[in-house]
């Protein structure tokens, strides 16, 4: 018999899992934040523990600040804006959240952050709707109040290119999951704009000789660069010689093998290895288990598709997951 672990608030736009999945934090149509605990992990229930008013506007994306920088979450609100949020105690009061950082020198609106840990700092990366990129580096690991805007490019492969009227509606972010001493900072990053140039997913990375991001790849092939981007994920790699990549557009799921060592040129190598028929609708999530084997999708079907291949390189659905009734 299905157990239903927690009840949602009425309204709830948005949710996301921290690192050990023993806390949820929920994002609500009236600006208000829910954080929602596990009291006993043995039974998998969940209750609400805190709640915050963030913003007047309704929140639309949540995000956990990793683990080692504190219990801190990100919201983004219907307005575009983006606000840091930390769960502190201060005297002898309970715990309580409270706003850190609120981002008001972005102009345009936020779409989508992501953090990432270089080998210095924590970063940050928002993409907005203008099409704009912003890189930002926190200044001291104890106090999340302080950041530094490091970087700011627009998502282009000929970075003399310049888009003053794009309109993006979305925008997704993938950082690269590994830390390794060899290789710097990357991620990934699509639009959903009127700019095709911006849409295509583009793998960046920190140059360190040069102390800037460059393009080292693009995820698209010749005849699918204006295609609108609605997911993309990065796989934890154990050992491949290569990376893994996925990438949601209107014409499926798209995993990509991204090369490990640069070109004279020094881009990356991408080869497209396979195209998943999808949800047959609009894809709005995607993940990875800690394997980087297995691709979990989730569209406007309702539905959780699991994605796996087999010895010989093919993908497949492995299973499908539909709520109950």
């Given at each position: 018999?299905?157990?239903?672990i927690?009840?949602?608030?009425?309204?709830?736009?948005c949710?996301a899992?921290?690192y050990?999945?023993?806390r949820l934090?929920?994002?609500?149509?009236?600006?208000?934040?829910?954080i929602?605990?596990s009291?006993?992990?043995?039974?998998?229930t969940f209750?609400?523990?805190s709640r915050?008013?963030?913003?007047e506007?309704?929140?639309?994306k949540?995000?956990?600040?990793?683990?080692e920088?504190?219990?801190a979450?990100?919201c983004?609100s219907?307005?575009?804006?983006l606000?840091?949020?930390e769960?502190?105690?201060?005297?002898t009061?309970?715990h309580?959240?409270?706003?850190?950082?609120?981002?008001?020198?972005?102009?345009s609106?936020?779409?989508d952050?992501?953090?990432?840990?270089g080998?210095?700092?924590?970063k940050?990366v928002?993409?907005?709707?203008?099409?704009?990129?912003?890189?930002?580096?926190?200044?001291d690991?104890?106090?999340?109040?302080?950041w530094?805007?490091?970087?700011?490019f627009?998502?282009v492969?000929?970075?003399v290119?310049?888009?003053?009227n794009?309109?993006?509606?979305?925008?997704?972010?993938?950082?690269?999951p590994?830390?390794?001493e060899?290789?710097?900072?990357?991620?990934?990053?699509?639009?959903?704009?009127?700019t095709?140039?911006?849409n295509s997913?583009k793998v960046w990375?920190f140059?360190l000789?040069h102390?800037?991001?460059?393009?080292v790849?693009e995820l698209?092939?010749?005849?699918?660069?204006?295609?609108?981007?609605?997911?993309?994920s990065?796989?934890p790699?154990i050992?491949?010689?290569?990376?893994?990549?996925a990438?949601?557009?209107?014409?499926g799921?798209?995993i990509?093998?991204?090369g490990?060592?640069?070109?004279?040129?020094?881009?990356?190598?991408t080869?497209?290895?396979?195209?998943?028929?999808?949800?047959?609708?609009e894809?709005?999530?995607?993940?990875?288990?800690?394997?980087?084997?297995?691709?979990a999708?989730?569209?406007?079907?309702?539905?959780?598709?699991?994605?796996?291949s087999?010895?010989?390189?093919v993908?497949?659905?492995?299973?499908?997951?539909a709520p109950?009734?």
């Amino acid at each position: 018999m299905d157990k239903s672990i927690l009840i949602l608030d009425k309204g709830t736009r948005c949710t996301a899992w921290n690192y050990s999945g023993q806390r949820l934090v929920a994002g609500l149509d009236d600006g208000t934040v829910v954080i929602y605990d596990s009291t006993d992990p043995a039974s998998s229930t969940f209750i609400s523990t805190s709640r915050f008013k963030a913003r007047e506007s309704s929140i639309t994306k949540v995000f956990w600040v990793p683990p080692e920088y504190g219990d801190a979450v990100a919201c983004i609100s219907d307005d575009g804006k983006l606000s840091l949020w930390e769960e502190v105690t201060e005297d002898t009061e309970e715990h309580h959240w409270k706003m850190r950082k609120c981002f008001d020198g972005i102009t345009s609106q936020v779409l989508d952050v992501q953090f990432g840990d270089g080998q210095t700092c924590l970063k940050l990366v928002a993409a907005c709707s203008d099409g704009q990129v912003k890189i930002y580096e926190l200044l001291d690991t104890l106090e999340l109040e302080k950041w530094q805007l490091q970087a700011e490019f627009q998502n282009v492969i000929d970075l003399v290119s310049k888009f003053g009227n794009a309109t993006c509606v979305s925008a997704t972010i993938s950082w690269n999951p590994q830390r390794s001493e060899g290789r710097q900072s990357s991620f990934v990053l699509g639009y959903s704009s009127n700019t095709p140039a911006l849409n295509s997913p583009k793998v960046w990375e920190f140059d360190l000789d040069h102390q800037r991001w460059l393009p080292v790849a693009e995820l698209s092939l010749p005849d699918d660069q204006v295609d609108e981007v609605y997911a993309v994920s990065w796989a934890p790699n154990i050992g491949r010689p290569y990376e893994l990549i996925a990438v949601a557009t209107q014409q499926g799921i798209s995993i990509w093998h991204l090369g490990s060592n640069p070109e004279p040129d020094g881009r990356l190598s991408t080869q497209n290895v396979a195209m998943l028929s999808s949800h047959d609708s609009e894809v709005w999530e995607m993940e990875w288990d800690m394997s980087g084997m297995t691709l979990a999708t989730t569209g406007s079907d309702c539905v959780v598709r699991l994605w796996q291949s087999n010895l010989n390189g093919v993908w497949h659905e492995q299973a499908v997951l539909a709520p109950a009734g």
